[in-house]
Nanobody, 120 residues
Framework: QVLLRESGGGLVQPGGSLRLSCVAS????????MNWYRQPPGKQREHVAG????????????VEGRFTISRDSGQSTPPLRAVNLQMNDLNPDDTAVYYC?????????WGQGTQVTISS
């Protein structure tokens, strides 16, 4: 069963934009935070951005000012279930597999990942 489903990855030129989406299965109840992580080629997975069910956001320094995490427009109130990651001014260093993550009851859940490639 796929508990977190990501979409929106692809190939874009430097300076371009992409929007990633993540939707949690209804079997995941009472999610209190959702995050995006990424794993660049040959590197470890790293945190990119996160949002709590109260709307508090945080970002990695490398993406601050360029990326925005938000609830899906149809999920304006708790429970947290769907988030988007708007990525602007992309550069080759943003190339990675992007993973959605959700925390429920102290347990992390992961999506299967979506590839984002920045190349001219």
């Amino acid at each position: 069963q796929v508990l977190l489903r990501e979409s929106g990855g692809g190939l874009v030129q430097p300076g371009g934009s992409l929007r990633l989406s993540c939707v949690a299965s209804e079997s995941l109840e009472n999610i209190y935070a959702m995050n995006w992580y990424r794993q660049p080629p040959g590197k470890q997975r790293e945190h990119v951005a996160g949002i709590t069910n109260g709307g508090i956001t945080n970002y990695a320094h490398a993406v601050e000012g360029r990326f925005t995490i938000s609830r899906d427009s149809g999920q304006s109130t708790p429970p947290l279930r769907a988030v988007n990651l708007q990525m602007n001014d992309l550069n080759p260093d943003d190339t990675a597999v992007y993973y959605c993550n959700a925390w429920q009851g102290g347990v992390p859940y992961w999506g299967q990942g979506t590839q984002v490639t920045i190349s001219s």
